[in-house]
T-cell receptor, first 117, second 110 residues
Framework: DAGVTQSPTHLIKTRGQQVTLRCSPK?????VSWYQQALGQGPQFIFQ???????QRGNFPDRFSGHQFPNYSSELNVNALLLGDSALYLC????????????????FGAGSRLTVL | AQSVTQLDSHVSVSEGTPVLLRCNYS??????LFWYVQHPNKGLQLLLK??????LVKGINGFEAEFKKSETSFHLTKPSAHMSDAAEYFC????????FGAGTRLAVHP
């Protein structure tokens, strides 16, 4: 049973460019969340998608956008990259109604490491 | 607002000795709390979760944590450290999303 898969695993961009990261959720999961983990810090919530709509959003600017497809996979897009966007981007999936409860435990992917030069 | 504070950024133990990773939480209501572990180049893995059932929670790989409401703590322990336990550990509280602490890096020495 495949878990959460993310691509690419590593990528390098320059300031001002745009990037798209991809995520396939665990089989049977319909909700996808994205987290940003800067070096030496804990992951921070970016947003969550359920039924192809953004359901929750963390404290991130509009340069961060996403999409969920009918097969539940998801993309994270970041425009006008800044040096501070360098981080590990984690995708997590969960089953359920789009709201995270104590019972709906997330399954995380290994992440996409973005370096902005 | 919900939050967690991990009291130690680094912990170093010898193999075979006990492990204690400390976490305090802040919550306006009864929280759901988790501990996750992150090994290099691997996804975050759930160690254990507390969801208002038993206050002593047993997890994988011999880890356990005790929820203490009076102390607003959820410390992670293991009786005997193994080399493979070396990793980054995160205490997490839920608020319709996961709110992570800053992490504790555990080093295990032979």
């Amino acid at each position: 049973d495949a878990g959460v898969t993310q691509s690419p695993t590593h990528l390098i961009k320059t300031r001002g460019q745009q990037v798209t990261l991809r995520c396939s959720p665990k089989s049977g999961h319909d909700t996808v969340s994205w987290y940003q983990q800067a070096l030496g810090q804990g992951p921070q919530f970016i947003f969550q998608y359920y039924e192809e709509e953004e359901r929750q959003r963390g404290n991130f600017p509009d340069r961060f956008s996403g999409h969920q497809f009918p097969n539940y996979s998801s993309e994270l897009n970041v425009n006008a990259l800044l040096l501070g966007d360098s981080a590990l981007y984690l995708c997590a999936s969960s089953p359920g109604q789009g709201l995270l409860s104590g019972a709906n435990v997330l399954t995380f992917g290994a992440g996409s490491r973005l370096t902005v030069l | 607002a919900q939050s967690v504070t991990q009291l130690d950024s680094h912990v170093s133990v010898s193999e075979g000795t006990p492990v204690l990773l400390r976490c305090n939480y802040s919550s306006s209501y009864s929280p759901s709390l988790f501990w996750y572990v992150q090994h290099p180049n691997k996804g975050l893995q759930l160690l254990l979760k507390y969801t208002s059932a038993a206050t002593l929670v047993k997890g994988i790989n011999g880890f356990e944590a005790e929820f203490k409401k009076s102390e607003t703590s959820f410390h992670l322990t293991k009786p005997s450290a193994h080399m493979s336990d070396a990793a980054e550990y995160f205490c997490v509280v839920t608020d319709n999303k996961l709110i992570f602490g800053a992490g504790t890096r555990l080093a295990v020495h032979p």
